[in-house]
DNA sequence: GACAATCCATACTCTTCCGTATGGTTGATT
DNA sequence: AATCAACCATACGGAAGAGTATGGATTGTC
């Protein structure tokens, strides 16, 4: 039952810092990110930071090293477990947009592009995510160059997406709406 | 000859001040936005901005309504004027395309939506163009749900391409590539 | 149960930046 | 030429947050 931010008054690892960072960033932004802020959220004070973490920065980088460690290893692979490459797409398609929740980190992220520490982390994370996509596309039958280009496309749009609805809270789209959006998309941008 | 920083020994007015906030925000984005470090950048002091604004959030304020009011006038007047509805949105994308210089406040604002004096800004500026790319889309013979879908996700690729491009950038596309991944976007999202 | 190592609290310093107070300078007006 | 408003410089006060110093508390280990 210890998932709040409470009474747990045990000691504190790094790994429990980072987490929480991680947590604040998706919450609150990258520069809502201050030693003292989280260690209040955490019941302590900034001695016990100090302590795990050299500097702010280091905390920072090593929230966004796990982040971009354990970030995305499950979809990718549950997707390429999928038999049909035909199928593969839609399916990606499907299942990112009903997991919106593990996306919070990553848009926020987007945001604190003006940070140098984001900037290669976000660009390798962006850099394999768009060969995934290149690759599902060849897959499906486009032509390399085609396949590149719908691939830009599509992660734009993502992208796009994760800005204009979750951070900007555009005009609320509903679940239906938002469901008949997900299968225009799949209708649009993947080859029948 | 006077667009640079140095040498503008006259004295400056509020419109001065806003309009050297809006190219800061475009090219250190809004956390950047600092009383001081803008009047060293004007050659005055502190005081100089005290006379002409209340507070910093006053200075903000004013920038993004500039900026909310003289920004797109031009290219929907001129894409309302093209008679054929149907090569109206093929000649938005590539105008959009190659004028990617005043897209980069729209861009700095999108990393700055957790500032709350940016977003209803933001909010309206999308919502309008968002309503123009529905219409756009209506006319050149999509039914009307479809064509809010189209308008969405046109509109989140342009979002996201912003995003991925010149905040973060990615492959770094050169100049052929990407009037290929132009009428690739065209060809795949405007109904022939 | 002593004794390290680990973990944390308290109390500072230093920097940055917003905002204020106040007086000086410049320019237009008469 | 005098005057008044517009404009700016200088010197403060104060809040917030990063980082340091140091000692106290807790935990494992022999």
Redesign the interface.
Known sequence: MNVSSKPERTRLSAEDWELAALQLIAE??V??LAVEALARQLGVTKGSFYWHFRTREALLNAALERWEQYGEREIISQIEQIADPRKRLPELFRRVAHELQPHRVYAAL?????HPQV?PV??RV??RR?EFLTTAYREAGLAP??AL??A??T???????L??NF?????RINHEEFD??VE??IA??IPA
């Open positions: 609150q932004g520069g809502a987007l945001k604190a592009l003006d900037v976000m660009a962006s850099q768009m160059p085609q280009n719908r830009r496309l992660y734009a749009a993502y992208v796009g997406f800005q204009l951070t900007l809270g555009l005009p008949a959006y225009h998309m649009t941008l």
